[in-house]
């Protein structure tokens, strides 16, 4: 008796409440679980992070757009779709093209209109061979397109510049707009060629050479700097909407305000801090189209911070990088021509020295929740929305949400992919003369995760992939590999049967020689630019893009799932 512990001496522990105890203890522990679950439930909820709908395929592009959802994003490392990959490839501009007929036709008409049709009889020769080649003269103007034409039959030409003296006295620079004959992205294109030519002693010309891409450089015309200006109507800005045209000269400097009065009868929004620094791309053009929109809707200047932080799912030192420019990875100039923008630094400076003469009053927001609609009547010259740190009510597309979703639309024509990268897409494209098929091959970390994808490896093989591409396409193709692969011996085994293409190939377009190089320096204030992440990944998709045929290593080349086992139905949603 004395050895038992005292709970028994009291008095919830005899027999006769035993069936008591037992029922409350049922009841407390069916409490407990249900506490549980609702905390899991809220943890789930909290933290779930829905599948990111812009890498659907082009078809739920629209779906997406217009969706009543709240935008969160998974870390991707891959390229952000941009206002061009949702124009229709089948442009009206695209139909009317030159071929050599028209050529001829207008050699006909010119001799015809100069009274020297053709009877017969040829033009006499007054020259002598060793004479330079007058690029200016309609008869080698003339034979340069023919040449053109006839040699790259895998393009069609939209437009001729007039030939200009090359690099001596037997060399002209033309250039010409163009679009692959097959072509799936709504862009023109620019090229400028040196050739070299010849006369013989009865004056018949004959080309010698023509040169690679963006050789004939004396025929690259330097675009004019024009003024920006902040008093253009949103309803004239909306109009400038066009085609991309690769190739061209960029002009991306800086809009500046012509005077104090331009700046002081502006109106103006500007979205600070946030939660949104160092996160993908995706995320970043999500948030920052929500803060163009707004702009838009508001009929004000959208104030715009051109550095970026680099996410380090880009980055070569897996850290994030700060300091980068918008303009390394995006349109600038059609941003600019196409809205109403400032850079902060130019807005500040503008600011300090004429806000108080001037008597511009700001208008503070510090809560997400504070609709649009809300500051449609607002009178001051600055809008300032400031976000906290808490995660993610920070977010500056939270903005977009709720009941403003349907009321501000985020403007994505008016973002395009850099040109600059898109140049080197369009130089990698044409040294295979736009005439190649293209895979785009997944390995990597999801090669050697047997789990989710335990098929990969193997249908990724050298042995297999050959296997399988020589029944889809053709010996001796040119083949470009887009590929996470780094070393691409790898994919050996395919040169066998295909003519194979690699990012790093070409990789002296974005060497210190080259002229990406040069222009993303004097963007950066003198200061090298790594070719990152973002970049490589950018130009090897566009390049596998442009492919005639394309094929995808989870539609194509393996049975396994593209986000892993059991996930098929869900991705393909």
Known sequence: MLGRSSL?????????????????????????????????????????????????????????LTSKSNATFKTDSTVMKTGEDFMAANQTAFETFLNETDIVKLIDAENSALGTAAEGTLPECNVNVDDPIDCRDPEVFHFMMETTIERFKDIHFYRFGKPVRGSNDSTCDMAWRFRPKEGKIASFYKDYRRFVITRSANCTLSIISIGEYHTGVNARKRKKNPKHNFEKKMEQLEKAVSLPVVGEVVNDSLPVVESESSFSHGKYLLYEMGGDKCKSMNHYLWSFLCALGEAQYLNRTLVMDLKICLSSIYTSSNQDEEGKDFRFYFDFEHLKESASILDQGQFWSDWEKWQKNDRLGLHLVDDFRVTPMKLADVKDALILRKFGSAEPDNYWYRVCEGETEPVVKRPWHLIWKSRRLMDIVSSIASRMNWDYDSVHIVRGEKAKNKELWPNLDADTSPDTLLSTLQDKIENGRNLYIAANEPNTDFFDPLKDKFSTHFLNDYKHLWDKDSEWYMETMNLNNGVPVEFDGYMRVSVDTEVFLRGKKQLETFNDLTNDCKDGINTCSVASN
């Open 8 to 64: 028994y001496r009291t008095g919830s522990f005899r027999p006769e409440n035993l069936g008591q105890n037992a029922l409350a203890l049922i009841g407390n522990l069916c409490f407990t679980l249900f506490v549980i679950g609702v905390l899991i439930f809220t943890i789930i909820a909290a933290t779930y992070e829905p599948e990111d709908p812009l890498f659907h395929p082009s078809t739920k592009i629209t779906t997406f």
